[in-house]
Protein backbone atom coordinates (compact mmCIF):
# COMPACT_ATOMS: atom_id res chain seq x y z
CA UNK A 1 0.00 0.00 0.00
CA UNK A 2 1.19 3.70 -1.02
CA UNK A 3 2.40 6.10 1.42
CA UNK A 4 0.12 9.24 1.90
CA UNK A 5 0.64 12.74 3.49
CA UNK A 6 -1.54 15.45 2.39
CA UNK A 7 -4.91 15.13 4.37
CA UNK A 8 -5.83 18.28 3.38
CA UNK A 9 -9.58 19.42 3.56
CA UNK A 10 -9.80 19.07 -0.48
CA UNK A 11 -9.29 15.36 -0.22
CA UNK A 12 -11.81 14.72 2.20
CA UNK A 13 -14.67 17.43 0.69
CA UNK A 14 -14.20 17.17 -3.11
CA UNK A 15 -16.43 19.39 -5.68
CA UNK A 16 -15.47 17.48 -8.39
CA UNK A 17 -18.29 17.22 -11.31
CA UNK A 18 -18.20 13.50 -11.09
CA UNK A 19 -19.81 13.97 -7.62
CA UNK A 20 -21.83 17.14 -8.11
CA UNK A 21 -25.78 17.30 -7.77
CA UNK A 22 -25.85 18.03 -11.52
CA UNK A 23 -24.16 14.62 -12.57
CA UNK A 24 -26.18 12.85 -10.74
CA UNK A 25 -29.19 14.27 -12.65
CA UNK A 26 -31.10 14.33 -9.33
CA UNK A 27 -30.95 18.07 -8.27
CA UNK A 28 -35.14 17.60 -7.25
CA UNK A 29 -34.49 14.58 -5.20
CA UNK A 30 -31.36 16.20 -3.35
CA UNK A 31 -33.16 19.25 -2.39
CA UNK A 32 -35.78 17.41 -0.70
CA UNK A 33 -33.43 15.43 1.37
CA UNK A 34 -34.22 17.45 4.39
CA UNK A 35 -38.28 16.66 4.24
CA UNK A 36 -39.76 13.78 4.66
CA UNK A 37 -37.41 11.56 6.04
CA UNK A 38 -37.32 13.33 9.02
CA UNK A 39 -41.17 13.79 10.06
CA UNK A 40 -42.08 12.93 12.87
CA UNK A 41 -43.79 9.86 13.47
CA UNK A 42 -47.72 9.15 13.79
CA UNK A 43 -47.90 6.00 15.30
CA UNK A 44 -48.13 5.37 19.37
CA UNK A 45 -46.74 2.85 21.12
CA UNK A 46 -50.18 0.86 21.63
CA UNK A 47 -51.84 1.49 18.38
CA UNK A 48 -50.05 0.38 14.67
CA UNK A 49 -46.73 -1.82 15.70
CA UNK A 50 -47.54 -5.40 14.74
CA UNK A 51 -46.29 -7.57 17.03
CA UNK A 52 -45.86 -10.13 13.79
CA UNK A 53 -46.66 -9.48 10.17
CA UNK A 54 -49.77 -11.18 8.72
CA UNK A 55 -49.86 -14.46 7.26
CA UNK A 56 -49.66 -14.47 3.31
CA UNK A 57 -48.16 -16.26 0.44
CA UNK A 58 -44.15 -17.54 0.66
CA UNK A 59 -41.67 -14.64 1.15
CA UNK A 60 -38.16 -16.01 -0.18
CA UNK A 61 -34.99 -13.86 0.55
CA UNK A 62 -31.91 -13.94 0.06
CA UNK A 63 -28.82 -12.91 2.51
CA UNK A 64 -25.59 -10.78 0.74
CA UNK A 65 -23.08 -10.61 3.76
CA UNK A 66 -22.61 -13.82 5.64
CA UNK A 67 -20.76 -12.28 9.21
CA UNK A 68 -22.34 -12.48 12.31
CA UNK A 69 -24.72 -9.33 11.62
CA UNK A 70 -26.31 -10.78 8.55
CA UNK A 71 -27.01 -14.47 9.52
CA UNK A 72 -28.44 -12.45 13.03
CA UNK A 73 -30.28 -10.53 10.16
CA UNK A 74 -31.39 -13.67 8.63
CA UNK A 75 -33.00 -15.28 11.59
CA UNK A 76 -34.72 -11.91 12.51
CA UNK A 77 -36.33 -12.17 9.38
CA UNK A 78 -37.82 -15.38 9.62
CA UNK A 79 -39.04 -14.80 13.48
CA UNK A 80 -41.07 -11.71 11.73
CA UNK A 81 -44.33 -13.85 10.52
CA UNK A 82 -45.27 -17.05 8.95
CA UNK A 83 -44.15 -18.39 5.58
CA UNK A 84 -40.73 -16.36 5.57
CA UNK A 85 -37.75 -18.34 4.16
CA UNK A 86 -34.22 -17.74 3.38
CA UNK A 87 -33.35 -19.32 0.01
CA UNK A 88 -29.80 -17.90 -0.73
CA UNK A 89 -27.00 -16.79 0.18
CA UNK A 90 -23.43 -14.69 -0.74
CA UNK A 91 -20.54 -14.02 0.42
CA UNK A 92 -16.63 -12.78 -1.00
CA UNK A 93 -15.53 -16.22 1.38
CA UNK A 94 -16.64 -19.55 1.47
CA UNK A 95 -15.70 -20.00 5.76
CA UNK A 96 -18.23 -16.93 6.25
CA UNK A 97 -20.66 -18.66 3.57
CA UNK A 98 -19.83 -21.93 6.08
CA UNK A 99 -20.55 -20.55 9.06
CA UNK A 100 -23.27 -19.11 8.20
CA UNK A 101 -25.20 -22.08 6.89
CA UNK A 102 -23.86 -23.99 10.03
CA UNK A 103 -25.69 -20.95 12.48
CA UNK A 104 -28.89 -21.28 10.33
CA UNK A 105 -29.39 -24.95 10.34
CA UNK A 106 -28.30 -24.64 14.36
CA UNK A 107 -30.94 -22.09 15.11
CA UNK A 108 -33.75 -22.57 12.52
CA UNK A 109 -33.08 -25.47 11.41
CA UNK A 110 -32.91 -23.13 7.78
CA UNK A 111 -30.75 -25.13 5.13
CA UNK A 112 -29.65 -23.26 2.03
CA UNK A 113 -28.58 -25.59 -0.62
CA UNK A 114 -25.39 -25.83 -2.22
CA UNK A 115 -26.81 -23.97 -5.87
CA UNK A 116 -27.94 -21.23 -3.86
CA UNK A 117 -24.90 -20.40 -1.84
CA UNK A 118 -22.46 -17.78 -4.05
CA UNK A 119 -18.65 -16.83 -2.97
CA UNK A 120 -16.97 -13.84 -4.49
CA UNK A 121 -17.66 -10.58 -5.21
CA UNK A 122 -20.30 -10.64 -7.61
CA UNK A 123 -21.94 -12.91 -5.37
CA UNK A 124 -24.94 -10.17 -4.79
CA UNK A 125 -26.14 -10.28 -8.14
CA UNK A 126 -26.08 -14.32 -8.28
CA UNK A 127 -28.47 -13.74 -5.06
CA UNK A 128 -30.78 -11.44 -7.02
CA UNK A 129 -30.95 -13.89 -9.70
CA UNK A 130 -31.97 -16.94 -7.14
CA UNK A 131 -35.81 -16.38 -7.20
CA UNK A 132 -36.32 -14.02 -4.61
CA UNK A 133 -38.80 -11.74 -3.23
CA UNK A 134 -36.64 -9.63 -0.40
CA UNK A 135 -33.03 -9.41 -0.25
CA UNK A 136 -30.78 -8.88 3.06
CA UNK A 137 -28.02 -6.22 2.48
CA UNK A 138 -25.59 -7.19 5.23
CA UNK A 139 -21.64 -6.69 3.73
CA UNK A 140 -19.47 -3.91 4.96
CA UNK A 141 -21.53 -0.25 4.26
CA UNK A 142 -18.63 0.24 1.44
CA UNK A 143 -20.99 -2.13 -1.11
CA UNK A 144 -24.45 -1.19 -0.05
CA UNK A 145 -24.89 1.98 -2.54
CA UNK A 146 -23.93 -0.57 -5.37
CA UNK A 147 -26.14 -3.07 -4.07
CA UNK A 148 -29.10 -0.99 -3.11
CA UNK A 149 -28.90 -0.33 -6.66
CA UNK A 150 -28.53 -3.39 -8.35
CA UNK A 151 -31.51 -4.88 -6.03
CA UNK A 152 -33.87 -2.00 -7.26
CA UNK A 153 -33.08 -2.78 -10.40
CA UNK A 154 -34.00 -6.28 -9.98
CA UNK A 155 -37.29 -5.50 -8.81
CA UNK A 156 -36.59 -7.02 -5.06
CA UNK A 157 -37.86 -5.18 -1.57
CA UNK A 158 -35.01 -4.36 0.50
CA UNK A 159 -33.72 -4.70 3.88
CA UNK A 160 -30.65 -2.32 4.05
CA UNK A 161 -28.20 -2.60 7.27
CA UNK A 162 -27.10 0.89 8.95
CA UNK A 163 -25.24 2.52 7.72
CA UNK A 164 -26.10 3.21 3.96
CA UNK A 165 -23.23 3.99 2.44
CA UNK A 166 -19.45 5.69 3.54
CA UNK A 167 -19.23 8.68 1.43
CA UNK A 168 -21.38 11.66 0.01
CA UNK A 169 -21.44 10.20 -3.10
CA UNK A 170 -22.60 6.49 -1.75
CA UNK A 171 -25.44 8.15 0.34
CA UNK A 172 -26.53 10.43 -2.47
CA UNK A 173 -26.81 7.34 -4.91
CA UNK A 174 -29.09 5.55 -2.21
CA UNK A 175 -31.54 8.13 -2.14
CA UNK A 176 -31.55 8.12 -5.65
CA UNK A 177 -32.22 4.54 -5.69
CA UNK A 178 -34.70 4.93 -3.20
CA UNK A 179 -36.82 7.19 -5.20
CA UNK A 180 -36.62 4.89 -7.86
CA UNK A 181 -37.85 2.31 -5.80
CA UNK A 182 -40.48 3.91 -4.33
CA UNK A 183 -42.23 4.76 -8.03
CA UNK A 184 -41.65 0.75 -8.51
CA UNK A 185 -44.10 0.28 -5.06
CA UNK A 186 -40.76 -1.88 -3.94
CA UNK A 187 -40.28 -1.27 -0.19
CA UNK A 188 -37.16 -0.66 1.69
CA UNK A 189 -36.20 -0.94 5.45
CA UNK A 190 -33.13 -0.06 7.11
CA UNK A 191 -31.43 -0.52 10.18
CA UNK A 192 -31.48 2.15 12.25
CA UNK A 193 -33.79 0.57 14.87
CA UNK A 194 -34.41 2.87 17.23
CA UNK A 195 -37.33 4.60 14.99
CA UNK A 196 -39.07 0.53 15.51
CA UNK A 197 -38.41 0.46 19.15
CA UNK A 198 -41.42 0.81 21.11
CA UNK A 199 -40.02 2.71 23.67
CA UNK A 200 -38.29 5.06 21.89
CA UNK A 201 -41.35 5.42 19.64
CA UNK A 202 -43.61 6.39 22.30
CA UNK A 203 -40.82 8.93 23.98
CA UNK A 204 -40.59 10.69 20.44
CA UNK A 205 -45.01 11.28 20.29
CA UNK A 206 -44.40 12.88 23.24
CA UNK A 207 -41.89 15.04 22.56
CA UNK A 208 -43.24 15.56 18.65
CA UNK A 209 -46.83 16.18 20.72
CA UNK A 210 -44.47 19.29 22.67
CA UNK A 211 -44.44 17.94 26.18
CA UNK A 212 -40.73 19.44 26.56
CA UNK A 213 -42.07 22.54 24.90
CA UNK A 214 -39.74 23.58 21.79
CA UNK A 215 -36.21 21.57 21.44
CA UNK A 216 -33.48 23.95 22.28
CA UNK A 217 -30.62 21.50 22.08
CA UNK A 218 -29.55 17.94 22.33
CA UNK A 219 -26.62 16.48 23.86
CA UNK A 220 -25.90 12.61 22.70
CA UNK A 221 -22.76 10.16 23.93
CA UNK A 222 -22.00 6.74 22.46
CA UNK A 223 -18.63 5.62 24.61
CA UNK A 224 -17.67 1.61 25.00
CA UNK A 225 -14.93 -0.33 24.72
CA UNK A 226 -12.84 -1.22 21.78
CA UNK A 227 -14.32 -3.32 18.41
CA UNK A 228 -12.77 -6.77 17.16
CA UNK A 229 -9.83 -6.64 15.17
CA UNK A 230 -8.26 -8.66 12.94
CA UNK A 231 -4.35 -9.56 13.02
CA UNK A 232 -2.73 -9.37 9.58
CA UNK A 233 -1.92 -13.09 8.60
CA UNK A 234 0.76 -13.36 5.59
CA UNK A 235 -0.95 -15.56 3.21
CA UNK A 236 -3.73 -12.47 3.32
CA UNK A 237 -3.39 -9.88 0.13
CA UNK A 238 -3.79 -6.04 1.12
CA UNK A 239 -7.58 -6.59 0.19
CA UNK A 240 -8.28 -10.20 2.42
CA UNK A 241 -6.83 -8.05 4.75
CA UNK A 242 -8.73 -5.06 4.79
CA UNK A 243 -12.06 -7.07 3.86
CA UNK A 244 -11.42 -9.37 7.32
CA UNK A 245 -10.50 -6.46 9.28
CA UNK A 246 -13.15 -3.66 8.06
CA UNK A 247 -14.72 -2.50 11.03
CA UNK A 248 -11.00 -0.74 11.18
CA UNK A 249 -10.71 0.82 7.43
CA UNK A 250 -12.88 4.12 6.96
CA UNK A 251 -13.40 3.19 3.01
CA UNK A 252 -14.97 -0.21 4.00
CA UNK A 253 -17.10 1.03 7.32
CA UNK A 254 -17.01 4.93 7.48
CA UNK A 255 -15.32 5.06 10.81
CA UNK A 256 -16.99 4.32 13.89
CA UNK A 257 -18.96 8.09 14.13
CA UNK A 258 -20.86 6.65 10.87
CA UNK A 259 -20.42 2.83 11.54
CA UNK A 260 -22.05 2.42 15.32
CA UNK A 261 -22.73 6.15 15.91
CA UNK A 262 -25.66 6.56 13.87
CA UNK A 263 -27.88 4.83 15.69
CA UNK A 264 -27.65 7.73 18.64
CA UNK A 265 -27.53 10.59 15.61
CA UNK A 266 -30.27 9.05 14.20
CA UNK A 267 -32.38 9.47 16.75
CA UNK A 268 -31.34 13.19 17.54
CA UNK A 269 -31.98 13.72 14.02
CA UNK A 270 -35.01 12.06 14.45
CA UNK A 271 -36.30 14.29 16.86
CA UNK A 272 -34.84 17.54 15.68
CA UNK A 273 -37.20 17.22 12.28
CA UNK A 274 -34.52 19.18 10.49
CA UNK A 275 -30.64 18.56 9.11
CA UNK A 276 -27.75 20.55 10.86
CA UNK A 277 -26.59 23.48 8.35
CA UNK A 278 -22.74 22.70 9.58
CA UNK A 279 -20.17 21.09 11.77
CA UNK A 280 -17.08 21.63 13.84
CA UNK A 281 -15.91 18.48 14.97
CA UNK A 282 -12.69 17.05 17.06
CA UNK A 283 -11.16 13.50 17.05
CA UNK A 284 -8.01 11.57 17.79
CA UNK A 285 -6.27 8.18 17.93
CA UNK A 286 -4.50 6.60 21.30
CA UNK A 287 -5.61 2.84 21.06
CA UNK A 288 -6.25 1.51 17.80
CA UNK A 289 -3.99 -0.86 16.74
CA UNK A 290 -4.79 -1.46 12.79
CA UNK A 291 -6.14 0.43 10.28
CA UNK A 292 -6.71 4.17 9.91
CA UNK A 293 -9.60 5.05 12.04
CA UNK A 294 -10.40 7.16 15.28
CA UNK A 295 -10.90 6.10 18.81
CA UNK A 296 -12.79 9.35 19.45
CA UNK A 297 -14.82 12.12 17.98
CA UNK A 298 -16.79 14.98 19.30
CA UNK A 299 -18.32 17.09 17.00
CA UNK A 300 -20.54 20.30 17.76
CA UNK A 301 -23.74 20.79 15.23
CA UNK A 302 -25.15 23.76 14.07
CA UNK A 303 -28.88 24.47 12.92
CA UNK A 304 -29.97 27.35 10.53
CA UNK A 305 -31.91 29.08 14.00
CA UNK A 306 -28.63 29.00 15.84
CA UNK A 307 -29.59 25.75 17.94
CA UNK A 308 -26.60 23.31 18.76
CA UNK A 309 -25.85 19.48 19.41
CA UNK A 310 -23.59 17.83 20.95
CA UNK A 311 -22.16 14.51 20.06
CA UNK A 312 -19.71 12.42 21.33
CA UNK A 313 -18.32 8.96 20.13
CA UNK A 314 -15.41 6.82 21.77
CA UNK A 315 -14.28 2.87 21.24
CA UNK A 316 -11.41 3.18 23.59
CA UNK A 317 -11.58 -0.04 26.43
CA UNK A 318 -11.01 0.36 30.24
CA UNK A 319 -12.90 3.53 30.08
CA UNK A 320 -15.96 5.00 31.81
CA UNK A 321 -18.91 4.20 29.72
CA UNK A 322 -22.07 5.83 29.01
CA UNK A 323 -24.64 5.76 26.31
CA UNK A 324 -27.02 8.66 26.35
CA UNK A 325 -29.52 10.65 23.63
CA UNK A 326 -30.98 13.80 25.53
CA UNK A 327 -33.20 16.08 23.92
CA UNK A 328 -33.54 19.39 25.71
CA UNK A 329 -37.15 21.80 25.23
CA UNK A 330 -37.90 24.58 26.95
CA UNK A 331 -40.38 23.16 29.56
CA UNK A 332 -38.14 19.84 30.14
CA UNK A 333 -35.40 17.30 28.63
CA UNK A 334 -35.80 13.81 27.50
CA UNK A 335 -33.77 10.84 27.57
CA UNK A 336 -35.19 9.57 24.56
CA UNK A 337 -35.36 5.76 25.56
CA UNK A 338 -38.40 5.90 28.16
CA UNK A 339 -38.42 9.14 30.24
CA UNK A 340 -39.26 13.06 30.29
CA UNK A 341 -37.95 15.27 32.69
CA UNK A 342 -38.86 18.52 33.99
CA UNK A 343 -35.92 21.55 34.29
CA UNK A 344 -35.22 20.29 37.93
CA UNK A 345 -34.64 16.76 37.10
CA UNK A 346 -37.62 15.30 38.20
CA UNK A 347 -39.34 12.89 36.64
CA UNK A 348 -42.16 13.98 34.42
CA UNK A 349 -43.13 10.56 32.88
CA UNK A 350 -41.63 7.20 32.58
CA UNK A 351 -42.47 4.72 29.95
CA UNK A 352 -44.90 1.57 31.90
CA UNK A 353 -42.42 -1.37 30.70
CA UNK A 354 -44.56 -4.34 31.34
CA UNK A 355 -43.35 -6.19 35.21
CA UNK A 356 -42.99 -9.98 34.91
CA UNK A 357 -45.96 -12.00 34.25
CA UNK A 358 -48.03 -9.52 32.70
CA UNK A 359 -49.36 -10.70 29.59
CA UNK A 360 -50.83 -7.36 28.13
CA UNK A 361 -48.88 -6.79 24.77
CA UNK A 362 -49.88 -2.87 24.68
CA UNK A 363 -46.38 -1.80 25.99
CA UNK A 364 -44.33 -4.95 25.49
CA UNK A 365 -41.17 -4.02 23.68
CA UNK A 366 -40.50 -6.06 21.09
CA UNK A 367 -37.14 -6.88 20.07
CA UNK A 368 -36.16 -4.08 17.31
CA UNK A 369 -34.11 -6.31 15.28
CA UNK A 370 -36.92 -8.46 14.54
CA UNK A 371 -39.69 -5.17 14.59
CA UNK A 372 -37.57 -3.96 11.22
CA UNK A 373 -38.68 -6.72 9.73
CA UNK A 374 -41.89 -7.36 10.72
CA UNK A 375 -42.59 -3.79 9.71
CA UNK A 376 -40.95 -4.77 6.00
CA UNK A 377 -42.71 -7.80 5.50
CA UNK A 378 -46.16 -6.25 6.99
CA UNK A 379 -45.58 -3.50 4.45
CA UNK A 380 -44.67 -6.05 1.24
CA UNK A 381 -48.03 -8.52 2.33
CA UNK A 382 -50.88 -5.14 3.12
CA UNK A 383 -49.56 -3.54 -0.06
CA UNK A 384 -48.76 -0.07 1.11
CA UNK A 385 -45.96 0.56 0.25
CA UNK A 386 -42.88 1.81 2.56
CA UNK A 387 -39.57 3.18 2.46
CA UNK A 388 -37.50 5.25 5.29
CA UNK A 389 -34.18 5.20 2.87
CA UNK A 390 -33.95 9.20 3.03
CA UNK A 391 -34.25 9.26 6.69
CA UNK A 392 -30.89 7.00 7.06
CA UNK A 393 -29.38 9.03 3.80
CA UNK A 394 -29.83 11.91 5.85
CA UNK A 395 -28.90 10.36 9.12
CA UNK A 396 -25.46 8.74 7.79
CA UNK A 397 -24.78 11.90 5.70
CA UNK A 398 -24.79 13.90 9.48
CA UNK A 399 -22.16 11.42 11.00
CA UNK A 400 -20.02 11.95 7.79
CA UNK A 401 -19.86 15.65 8.53
CA UNK A 402 -18.48 14.99 11.46
CA UNK A 403 -15.95 12.85 10.66
CA UNK A 404 -14.64 14.60 7.67
CA UNK A 405 -14.63 17.98 9.90
CA UNK A 406 -12.80 15.94 12.71
CA UNK A 407 -10.20 14.53 10.38
CA UNK A 408 -9.47 18.09 8.62
CA UNK A 409 -9.96 20.46 11.90
CA UNK A 410 -12.20 22.21 9.87
CA UNK A 411 -15.87 23.24 9.84
CA UNK A 412 -18.21 21.16 7.39
CA UNK A 413 -21.66 22.84 5.77
CA UNK A 414 -24.57 20.62 4.63
CA UNK A 415 -24.22 22.15 1.20
CA UNK A 416 -20.86 20.65 1.15
CA UNK A 417 -22.05 17.28 1.63
CA UNK A 418 -24.61 17.26 -0.78
CA UNK A 419 -22.13 18.25 -3.63
CA UNK A 420 -19.12 16.32 -2.57
CA UNK A 421 -17.43 14.09 -4.62
CA UNK A 422 -15.83 12.21 -2.08
CA UNK A 423 -15.61 8.65 -3.24
CA UNK A 424 -14.12 6.20 -1.13
CA UNK A 425 -12.05 2.51 -1.54
CA UNK A 426 -11.29 0.87 -5.16
CA UNK A 427 -12.76 1.06 -8.07
CA UNK A 428 -12.05 -2.13 -8.73
CA UNK A 429 -12.28 -5.24 -6.39
CA UNK A 430 -10.05 -8.23 -6.48
CA UNK A 431 -7.89 -10.02 -4.32
CA UNK A 432 -4.53 -8.56 -4.27
CA UNK A 433 -2.63 -4.94 -3.99
CA UNK A 434 -5.00 -2.43 -2.62
CA UNK A 435 -3.35 1.01 -4.66
CA UNK A 436 -3.77 4.68 -2.67
CA UNK A 437 -5.56 3.53 0.42
CA UNK A 438 -2.51 3.06 2.72
CA UNK A 439 -3.40 2.87 6.68
CA UNK A 440 -2.50 5.87 7.83
CA UNK A 441 -4.44 8.38 9.97
CA UNK A 442 -5.77 11.23 9.56
CA UNK A 443 -3.50 14.25 11.62
CA UNK A 444 -5.23 17.73 11.68
CA UNK A 445 -3.64 21.35 10.80
CA UNK A 446 0.12 22.55 10.20
CA UNK A 447 2.74 20.55 12.24
CA UNK A 448 5.04 23.20 14.72
CA UNK A 449 7.98 24.21 13.75
CA UNK A 450 10.55 24.52 16.22
CA UNK A 451 12.13 28.20 16.40
Not at 76 to 91: E, K, R
Not at 144 to 160: D, L, Q, S, T
Not at 204 to 222: D, P, T, Y
Not at 391 to 416: C, F, H, P
Request: aromatic share 8%; net charge neutral.
Amino acid sequence: MEPKSDFSRRNFISTSALGSVAALGATNLLLSCSGSGNKPAKETASSTMLDQAPDGKVLRAGLVGCGGRGTGAAINFVDAGPNLQIVALGDVFQDKMNESRAQLKKQRNIEVPDEKCFVGFDSYQKVLDAGIDIVLLCTPPHFRPAHVEAAVNAGKHIFMEKPCAVDPVGARSILVSSKKAEQMGLSIVSGTIRRVQKDYVETHRRVAAGEIGEIVSAHVVRNGGALWVKKRRPEWTDMEYMLRNWVNFCWLSGDHIVEQFIHEVDVMNWHIGKNPVKCMGWGGRQRRVSGDQYDFFSVEYIYDNGMEAHCAARQVSGCSNLKREIIVGTKGYADCNGTLFHPDGTVMWKYPYPKDGDTDPTWKVKDPYVQEHVNLVTAIRTGKQFSDAEAQVNSTLITMMGRIAAYTGKDVTWDEMMNSGLSLGPKTYVFGPVPNIPEVIPVIGIEAVPS
